[in-house]
Every structure is written in C-alpha cells, then in structure tokens.
C-alpha cells in the first residue's frame, strides 16, 4: 500500500458521511483552519507561525495542477489503448525465431580448410578470444592404394572434418555455458553486496519513510520520488524566491536543469544532469513552492522503475522499493472491483448491509408488497433476511 492509498478508508468515511464532494471540500479545510495554521498569514517579521500572503492559495492551486494533469495523462492512455485495440483487428504475423549459427560458421571454417585431396592444412578457431589450432592431417608418407578411389579419400576427409567439428563445436559450448555462470554468479554476488550493506539498508529505510523520497532517494539539493509511470523532483531553492520568473527549468528527453536568482542578482544552478532513462518533455511540468523547492514531475517513457534520478548520483537499491501500482492505471472494471471490495469492507466495519446485501433488498423490497405476493401488507424488513457473499438467501 503505498504512501497516498493508506489514508483512502478514512476519506471514503468522510465522503460517504458527507454525500457530496463540495461538503467534503468544506470538512477539509475546515480541519486545516481549526487545528492547522494554513490559513493564517505572516504579516511581520516577528510573527513565527503561518504563511506569507498567497502561498497557501498557491499550494492549493500546485495540488490541483498536479492532479489534474495526471488525470489528463490517464484519459490520453486510455485512449491511445483503446485506439490500439481498434487497430489490432489483423493478427500479427507469426514472430521469427532466432537461429543459432555457431554451428554452422564454425563448420564452414573447417570445411574450407580441408583439402579434398588429402593434404594437411591448419585451421585456427576462435574459441572465446583464445585461438584453437587444428591440423586435418592424412598420411602422404603411405602410397595410395590402386584400390581407393578419388572419392573414397574425399569422404574420409570428409568425415575427419565432421569429427573434428564436432569436438570444437562441444568446447565452445562449454566455454560458453562457463561464462554465462561466472556473469550470473558475479550479479548475484552484486545483488548480495546491496543487501548485506548496512549503511544503504539504514539509507533506503530513511527513503521509504519520506513522502518526498518514496521509491527514491534524497540528495544535496535535491530529493526524489517515483511510481511505476512518473518521477516527481523537489529541488531545493534559497527562501528569496518567491516567484516563478525567478527559477528557470529546462526540461529534455534525457537531461534536467534547474537554476534560480541569486540575492546578488545571478544565476546560480542548482541540478544540472543527465537522467538515468528518458522521459516525455511535453508532458512533464513543474511549480514553485515559494522559498521551499522547485516541484517537477516527469513522465516516464517507459514504464520501469529507476535506480537513480541522474547519471552521476548514487543508485539505490530498486529491490527494497514499494513495486504497487496505483489504482488509476487499472482498467475502469478493475478499478470498479476495487472500489466496491473497499466500500463492502467499510460497511462490514460499520455492521451495515455491503453492496450485495443492498441489490437483494432492493430486488424484494420491490417485489414484496407486489400484487400475488404472500406478504403484500406488510412491512419490509431487510433485518429478518440472510444473504451469502454470492447474492444468494
């Protein structure tokens, strides 16, 4: 469950109690004016509690952009998917499957190399950057016999040749299966190192507590954090900038920038890097937090998770990370799934009737006091009725 999704129980609460969103709106600002000091203002330099004018309508207003676009990013791949079942309607031919040729070079190696009449010629190869001489030999010291024949001595060189190829064929193969195990075993060894490390277990853990480096890591200047299909960045900024045309971002396929003003009036760089994997630039946008950080968030072009925000930085250890989806991803059934599993275990809690129970009520309610009914006349009461998970009585 990740860091968003482990308060949903207590909102669904709030907006079931409440009904409508316009009221649950209200409850939550209401909380942050009672017990928060969100909506009060530092009007002098003495006062030590509140924000100076505007920022927290721009926090609001950050939020809302943040959302909205991710909204408008989820429509936009539905569509695109939607679009490609369209176009799927013609199967896809059938997909060629590689052939290994190492047998068939090294053969036509030593082959070329045999002489059809019977002379010694050496052939040299590869086997692994280590070179194998061999010598296809057949005795010129003997006179040939009046009985063989042209042909005879070419099948037995032939034949020799086949023999040979086969054993340099058998060695390489073991080479080969040598150094898949020796790259395999040095992997594991890598991954065993990460998790044996205590000091970047302790780092990752301090990660994972951080909403602003979930999935990710905190840096100089900088933190990061990530879901499957985005990364959001927060680069820090001096409390002097207090405006947007203060902070110049530069946002490439593979390449972030970030600089603001200076007091002194220049501009100093804050991150400047190339990113570990690409991302979409026309989708990705950013925002000021007045005086705390630059906000930006980037789209992944491929959906994987990144062990590090630039190429010059620390990786992290992506196997101690949350892996979970959020919902929005899922298919609208799915998600409809989900919803309905959540709201029948709220109701569970609350000992109300779950969504099941309420279609069966409302089925007979309807059919209760229907003309031919034995119970016509009297009261329905859902209380006296038992219904399974499955719908049935």
Known sequence: MSMQDKYDCAFLGILQNEGEISKFMDCLFSFLYRKTDFFVSLNSSTDQVGFP???AEKIVFSAFKKYESLALRNLKRKLAEKSKLCQSAVKPEDEVTEIDHTEEVIADKVMASVDVAGSETPVAVKDNGAE?????????????????????????STAAAKEQTSRLISTERKNTDKGSDKSKSSADAGDDDDD?????ARLQ?????????????????????????????RVKVPKHIMKGKDVTVEIGRKHLKVSCKAVEGHVVTVVDGDLTWECHKDECVWSLVPGEHVHVNLEKVEERWWDALLTDESKINVRKIDPSRPMTDLDDEAQ???EEMMYNEHQKRLGRPQSH???????LEKAWDAEGSPFKGQPFDPSKINVSSGGMM
């Open 336 to 338: 409809a799934k989900i």
């Open 132 to 156: 194998i001489e061999t010598s296809l030999q057949t005795d010129t010291s003997c006179t040939k016999s009046p009985t063989r024949s042209e042909g005879q001595e070419t099948s037995e």
């Open 196 to 200: 044996c490390d205590p000091e970047l």
């Open 205 to 233: 853990k301090i990660f994972q507590a951080n909403p602003e480096s979930y999935n990710g890591a905190i840096r100089d200047t900088y933190s990061w954090s990530q879901s499957i299909t985005d990364v959001d960045v």
């Open 357 to 363: 129970e309420n279609k069966v009520h409302a089925m």
């Open 53 to 55: 004018p505007g920022v």
